[in-house]
């Protein structure tokens, strides 16, 4: 059971890999419901617990065996919650409580892959004591299921690229091919091979499958220690390995070949123990006269062509070949599609302006040239296409240069994969992150980054001014605890409805978390507005009616409002609104409380504190 959770781990090809901003929200957002410093995403590999993304922690990963996520796991239960790890006899000793980072508080859910293989834990970490509600618990369990929706969309775009290397392309291509391919097993004997690559070695199939690489191989060649070896394909270092050596006809004279390795996995890469190598062998001999070199090439050309159709006429992306300067040269029928022609005959000689709005055409030509020069391929990812007067979608371009190339106007070859479904699938958990679960506001992260987009705004502008409204509910303490959490719950979801109801339909409402609310209010020219939506906002409470069941007669607000016409920073503005709010809070509550956060240059400084007003 461990070998399968470890084979899926690494077959997600997640581990030692860049940021990834999914994730990154996920851990902020879990951060703030916990209200916790630390908040982790980790994968428990065979001696360690790496951490794909990670806040308020230095380290990138630990060892296994102090890993608290490790016993989550081995657990098997949906959630593993230490309220206080010096009083947990599992933990007490634990070098990660009893030194940095003084571990206290800790609560992991574990994450599965589709075969219901545990690979890691969505966990939050606090250096004190304490106890999660809950609903914060139920909120970091649902981010734990978005945890594992990115795991699927990642296995989906594997399974996507298997079955494109699987495919009947092939089986068609192997055979008819007129460059050498060979199909050789991980210990390098030959299993097939087809009728191209024995001629070139004075043979028939028959006669080289079964040998061993090396016994065709020139005796200096058979290690080439320059570029990429065979042995980088099996560690995933390259995809593919390119060289150039002498292979030893049957009559003992030299064959040059020009090779490219591949990597094939008939199980899916998932099983690297079948893993296969795919050699295409080009015959480059230098022995031959120059009449029979440039014949040769000749050949060389017509079998590239007819092996670039079999390839990429079924290919279901867009397949193009331009020169340098954008000029199409060719299509496979999706790009023919795509680009709105009928044929690939009416695109050839057409340059990309007409067919791409200018300045999209203008980029693409900018990375042929690089791409040329550098002679390394170029990957776009997230590239918005849209051809000229056609429906637009979201691709991954990649841009190869054309090996051996000797024309007067180099060329390229681009490839884009569609990818809009998967953008949109992120866009999608992007704004579930945005989401507060239990009130249905914005999240805390999603007004924060509204207002810091709107003090910008006024910085550019100049005008109108904007406001904050912190709501911190009075007597909610009190409620929640006889009551019960439930109540409480359906008791901040009322104040988030009286909240909406108070302002306008262009301010957005958010919680910052526990009983406290913030209020973005923009468009304000003058602070007297942001005073008045204040008072309503406590007016609104105080007006509400309650029952039995929900005693929102027994709940007022206390609003602190911080009006400003110049840029502030955004701690600036929240740091007055809370004072504000703390003002209205010692006033005795169901009131609203305001500051003043800046001024232009030409107006004189007023009294900071603008209303004292109950509701």
């Given at each position: 059971?461990e070998?399968?959770?470890?084979?899926?781990?690494?077959?997600?090809?997640?581990?030692?890999?860049?940021?990834?901003?999914?994730?990154?929200?996920?851990?902020?957002?879990?951060r703030?419901?916990?209200?916790?410093?630390?908040?982790?995403?980790?994968?428990?590999?065979?001696?360690?617990?790496?951490?794909?993304?990670?806040?308020?922690?230095e380290?990138?990963?630990?060892?296994?065996?102090?890993?608290?996520?490790?016993?989550a796991?081995?657990?098997?239960?949906?959630?593993?919650?230490?309220?206080?790890?010096?009083?947990?006899?599992?933990?007490?000793?634990?070098?990660?409580?009893?030194?940095?980072?003084?571990?206290?508080?800790?609560?992991?859910?574990?994450?599965?892959?589709?075969?219901?293989?545990?690979?890691?834990?969505?966990?939050?970490?606090?250096?004190?004591?304490?106890?999660?509600?809950?609903?914060?618990?139920?909120?970091?369990?649902q981010?734990?299921?978005?945890?594992?929706?990115?795991?699927?969309?990642?296995?989906?775009?594997?399974?996507?690229?298997?079955?494109?290397?699987?495919?009947?392309?092939?089986?068609?291509?192997?055979?008819?091919?007129?460059?050498?391919?060979?199909?050789?097993?991980?210990?390098?004997?030959?299993?097939?091979?087809?009728?191209?690559?024995?001629?070139?070695?004075?043979?028939?199939?028959?006669?080289?499958?079964?040998?061993?690489?090396?016994?065709?191989?020139?005796?200096?060649?058979?290690?080439?220690?320059?570029?990429?070896?065979?042995?980088?394909?099996?560690?995933?270092?390259?995809?593919?390995?390119?060289?150039?050596k002498?292979?030893?006809?049957?009559?003992?004279?030299?064959?040059?070949?020009?090779?490219?390795?591949?990597?094939?996995f008939?199980?899916?890469?998932?099983?690297?123990?079948?893993?296969?190598?795919?050699?295409?062998?080009?015959?480059?001999?230098?022995?031959?006269?120059?009449?029979?070199?440039?014949?040769?090439?000749?050949?060389?050309?017509?079998?590239?062509?007819?092996?670039?159709?079999?390839?990429?006429?079924?290919?279901?992306?867009?397949?193009?070949?331009?020169?340098?300067?954008?000029?199409?040269?060719?299509?496979?029928?999706?790009?023919?599609?795509?680009?709105?022609?009928?044929?690939?005959?009416?695109?050839?000689?057409?340059?990309?302006?007409?067919?791409?709005?200018?300045?999209?055409?203008?980029?693409?030509?900018?990375?042929?040239?690089?791409?040329?020069?550098?002679?390394?391929?170029?990957?776009?990812?997230?590239?918005?296409?849209?051809?000229?007067?056609?429906?637009?979608?979201?691709?991954?371009?990649?841009?190869?240069?054309?090996?051996?190339?000797?024309?007067?106007?180099?060329h390229v070859?681009?490839?884009?994969?569609?990818?809009?479904?998967?953008?949109?699938?992120?866009?999608?958990?992007?704004?579930?992150?945005?989401?507060?679960?239990?009130?249905?506001?914005?999240?805390?992260g999603?007004?924060?980054?509204?207002?810091?987009?709107?003090?910008?705004?006024?910085?550019?502008?100049?005008?109108?001014?904007?406001?904050?409204?912190?709501?911190?509910?009075?007597?909610?303490?009190?409620?929640?605890?006889?009551?019960?959490?439930?109540?409480?719950?359906?008791?901040?979801?009322?104040?988030?409805?009286?909240?909406?109801?108070?302002?306008?339909?262009?301010?957005?409402?958010?919680?910052?978390?526990?009983?406290?609310?913030?209020?973005?209010?923009?468009?304000?020219?003058?602070?007297?507005?942001?005073?008045?939506?204040?008072q309503?906002?406590?007016?609104?409470?105080?007006?509400?009616?309650?029952?039995?069941?929900?005693?929102?007669?027994?709940?007022?607000?206390s609003?602190?409002?911080?009006?400003?016409?110049?840029?502030?920073?955004?701690?600036?503005?929240?740091?007055?609104?809370?004072r504000a709010?703390?003002?209205?809070?010692?006033?005795?509550?169901a009131?609203?409380?305001?500051?003043?956060?800046?001024?232009?240059?030409?107006?004189?400084?007023?009294?900071?504190?603008?209303?004292?007003?109950?509701?």
């Amino acid at each position: 059971m461990e070998a399968a959770r470890l084979a899926s781990l690494r077959a997600l090809d997640l581990l030692d890999t860049a940021p990834e901003e999914s994730f990154d929200s996920i851990v902020a957002l879990a951060r703030d419901i916990a209200e916790v410093p630390i908040a982790l995403v980790s994968l428990v590999d065979e001696c360690r617990q790496w951490f794909k993304a990670r806040v308020g922690l230095e380290v990138s990963e630990t060892p296994r065996d102090v890993a608290f996520c490790a016993v989550a796991i081995a657990d098997g239960s949906n959630q593993l919650v230490v309220p206080d790890a010096t009083l947990d006899p599992r933990f007490a000793d634990n070098p990660l409580v009893v030194g940095p980072p003084g571990i206290r508080f800790y609560a992991g859910f574990p994450f599965a892959d589709p075969e219901g293989h545990l690979l890691g834990t969505l966990c939050v970490i606090d250096t004190e004591p304490r106890v999660l509600s809950d609903a914060q618990l139920s909120s970091i369990g649902q981010l734990t299921r978005l945890v594992e929706s990115l795991l699927v969309q990642r296995i989906a775009l594997g399974q996507l690229e298997e079955a494109r290397r699987r495919s009947a392309l092939f089986e068609a291509g192997f055979d008819s091919s007129q460059v050498g391919m060979q199909l050789v097993s991980p210990d390098g004997v030959l299993l097939r091979v087809n009728e191209a690559f024995a001629d070139m070695l004075g043979s028939s199939a028959e006669e080289l499958v079964g040998r061993h690489w090396q016994e065709l191989t020139h005796p200096d060649d058979r290690r080439i220690r320059t570029g990429p070896t065979v042995d980088d394909l099996a560690s995933g270092r390259h995809r593919r390995y390119r060289a150039v050596k002498r292979y030893l006809r049957s009559d003992g004279s030299v064959a040059w070949g020009d090779i490219t390795v591949t990597p094939v996995f008939p199980d899916g890469p998932s099983s690297p123990d079948t893993r296969l190598h795919l050699t295409q062998v080009v015959e480059v001999s230098e022995q031959v006269s120059a009449l029979e070199r440039e014949r040769e090439a000749s050949s060389r050309l017509a079998a590239s062509e007819r092996r670039y159709r079999s390839l990429v006429e079924p290919a279901p992306d867009i397949v193009v070949r331009a020169t340098v300067d954008g000029v199409l040269r060719d299509a496979n029928r999706v790009a023919v599609r795509a680009l709105g022609a009928d044929s690939s005959e009416q695109l050839v000689g057409s340059p990309l302006r007409e067919l791409l709005p200018p300045e999209l055409a203008d980029e693409f030509v900018a990375h042929f040239r690089a791409v040329s020069s550098s002679m390394r391929p170029v990957e776009l990812w997230r590239q918005w296409l849209v051809p000229a007067g056609g429906v637009g979608g979201w691709y991954v371009v990649r841009i190869v240069p054309e090996i051996g190339d000797d024309s007067p106007v180099p060329h390229v070859f681009v490839v884009a994969s569609e990818i809009s479904e998967v953008v949109e699938n992120e866009r999608r958990l992007a704004e579930q992150a945005a989401v507060d679960d239990l009130t249905g506001c914005s999240s805390r992260g999603a007004i924060i980054e509204r207002l810091a987009s709107s003090l910008e705004r006024i910085d550019h502008s100049g005008s109108p001014g904007l406001a904050v409204a912190l709501v911190d509910l009075d007597h909610f303490k009190a409620i929640n605890d006889r009551l019960g959490h439930l109540t409480g719950d359906a008791v901040l979801r009322a104040a988030a409805r009286i909240l909406r109801e108070a302002v306008r339909d262009s301010d957005l409402v958010g919680r910052l978390g526990g009983d406290e609310f913030l209020v973005v209010l923009d468009g304000l020219d003058h602070p007297n507005q942001a005073n008045e939506l204040g008072q309503r906002i406590a007016a609104g409470f105080v007006g509400a009616a309650g029952d039995e069941e929900l005693p929102l007669d027994e709940v007022s607000a206390s609003v602190g409002v911080a009006w400003t016409d110049v840029a502030v920073p955004v701690n600036d503005l929240l740091a007055r609104a809370d004072r504000a709010m703390y003002k209205a809070k010692r006033g005795g509550g169901a009131q609203s409380r305001m500051e003043r956060a800046g001024l232009r240059p030409d107006e004189p400084w007023g009294v900071d504190d603008l209303a004292t007003d109950r509701g």
